[in-house]
């Protein structure tokens, strides 16, 4: 029962790649870096299905027509979605989460061109907004 168990069961907690997640991180740090010089920061709330997304910026920045937003649960990889997030103008967006979500998430915001990006943790059944700002490690 236990081999039929671990081999059904996707629990996501080990990196196949993880050299090369490593090495990626100083452009990781770049985009967040990036985030905060434009001012940026973010409220993502959900009803069922449905996200809304609220992005706010600095002077003279113009956000882009589609943002991705992902969702990745933090130890079962197999749950983790990319919601295509479109603008509905003055900053808002609209999109749908494939499947329900509940408990811890760590959420990322990005735009297409991969520039800049704003990451935070979510406990989605607390009900409340989650408050994103752009801070990067010095």
Known sequence: VT????????????SDDYYKQGMTLNQRLQRDHKAEALGLHA???RSENNLRLLIGAG???KLP???SVKLAHPTQAGQDQV???TSEGQG?????????VTGRWIVSIEDPSGDWRLQGEWM?????ALRLVARSSK
């Open 83 to 85: 919601v295509k997030m």
């Open 43 to 45: 409220d993502v709330m």
């Open 65 to 67: 027509d589609v943002i």
């Open 3 to 14: 081999t039929w168990i671990a081999v059904i069961s996707n629990d996501g907690l080990v």
């Open 59 to 61: 002077a003279d920045v």
């Open 124 to 128: 989605v059944d607390s009900g409340e």
């Open 92 to 100: 808002f967006y609209n999109g749908q989460i494939t499947t329900g």
